[in-house]
Structures are given as structure tokens and as C-alpha cells.
């Protein structure tokens, strides 16, 4: 059987600056979280496991029907910052698959991303323990969605506040791969950047 992989997909913010659950925005007629569900379940493949984080809008996000196949995981604590968020997901993709060799983080509003680059970093840090990705924006900046296989899953585990996985990347840098994806540097943190992706879109 092939080492097992999986995805955290982060819904548990608040999303202040929008005043609504940001999960939900409409992306090609739907709920923008089912999107990127959609293209993780993609990415993982029958082996794998997406695991859906909520929280500050937990009821809202789980009432909208989405994808099968993807198992919610609901953080009492998602106010001390997504590093809570990521190891309440990796605590429950271990208990679904306590063998699991490899983690990709995905936050909820990189509505670019694709399964083709998600699979390329389950792939890259499914291929040793001491593996760990993040993507380059090609824009002299990189960030999520990151990978780390299973010799990081203590200090994934560990963390607290809102800083999320970038701890661990920075305390291993020599080992970090950064993978090219200049469409996951679309996020989707106010109404504006939402309007500069749309005038993108129109304009490609």
C-alpha cells in the first residue's frame, strides 16, 4: 500500500475583515472552501485524507453541503491562531491514518491553487520523513500551501498562535524546498483583493 498523505484544509478563522465567513465566499457558483475541497480530495487520491478545520464559523461552513469525503474536525481553541488550527488537524488526520507519512497545510482562500501543485508537494515530502515544502509566488515571496513529512509532525503538533507552520520552516531551512506556484499568491483576506483577482481573471 502507498504511504498516505493528507491535507489540512484551514476554515476556522474568523474572517474579520470580510464580516462573513470567508470559507463561503461564491467561487464558480459555490462556496469557495468546496472549491479547494474539491481539488484537495483531488490531490490526495484514494490513499490520502483532506481534513476540513473549522471554527469561529463552524455551523454556517458545515451546513453547506459539500464534497464527500472530506472529514470536518471542529477547534473549540481556533481563536489562539492557526498554529492551534494546524495540530487540531494533524491530530485528527493521525487518528483516521496513524501511519501517515506526509501533511500539505492549505488555507481556505488561495482559490488558484491546483491539484497538480498540491500533488507535487505531497509527492516531495512523501519521498523522506526529513521532507518540507513551501511555494514560491515567483514575486520574491513564498508561503503556503506548505508540506512536511512525519519527522515534523512533533513540532507541527506543538504549535500554538498565530504564526502558523512558518516556525518549523524557518527552524529547518536547510532542508526546504520551495516549489513554483505564482497563482497560489492570490489570497483572499479583503473585498479588494477579491476585486484585484476578479480585474486579473478579466484580463488574462
Not at 102 to 110: K, S, T
Not at 135 to 160: I, M, N, Q, V
Not at 171 to 187: N, Q
Request: hydrophobic share 50%; net charge negative; proline share 7%.
Amino acid at each position: 500500500m502507498a504511504a498516505a498523505g493528507a491535507i489540512i484544509l484551514l476554515a476556522a478563522g474568523a474572517s474579520s475583515r470580510w464580516g462573513r465567513p470567508k470559507a463561503l465566499l461564491d467561487w464558480g457558483g459555490g462556496p469557495l472552501v468546496h472549491h479547494l475541497a474539491r481539488v484537495a480530495l483531488d490531490a490526495v487520491g484514494p490513499d490520502g485524507r483532506v481534513v476540513r478545520v473549522l471554527g469561529a464559523h463552524a455551523a454556517a461552513v458545515a451546513a453547506a453541503p459539500g464534497p464527500a469525503g472530506v472529514v470536518d474536525v471542529f477547534n473549540p481553541d481556533w481563536a489562539r491562531g492557526m498554529g492551534h488550527s494546524i495540530a487540531c488537524g494533524l491530530r485528527a488526520a493521525l487518528g483516521l491514518e496513524p501511519a501517515l507519512a506526509a501533511v500539505v497545510v492549505l488555507p481556505c482562500d488561495q482559490p488558484l491553487v491546483t491539484a497538480a501543485h498540491l500533488r507535487l508537494c505531497l509527492a516531495t515530502v512523501l519521498a523522506a520523513p526529513d521532507a518540507m515544502v513551501n511555494t514560491d509566488y515567483d514575486d520574491a515571496t513564498a508561503g503556503p500551501p506548505a508540506g512536511f513529512g512525519r519527522d515534523y509532525f512533533g513540532e507541527l503538533l506543538a504549535l500554538d498562535g498565530d504564526e502558523g507552520g512558518r516556525a518549523v520552516l524557518r527552524s529547518h531551512r536547510e532542508r526546504l524546498v520551495s516549489l513554483p506556484s505564482p497563482e497560489c499568491r492570490w489570497d483572499l483576506d479583503s473585498a479588494a483583493e477579491l476585486q484585484n483577482l476578479k480585474n486579473h481573471l478579466s484580463s488574462a
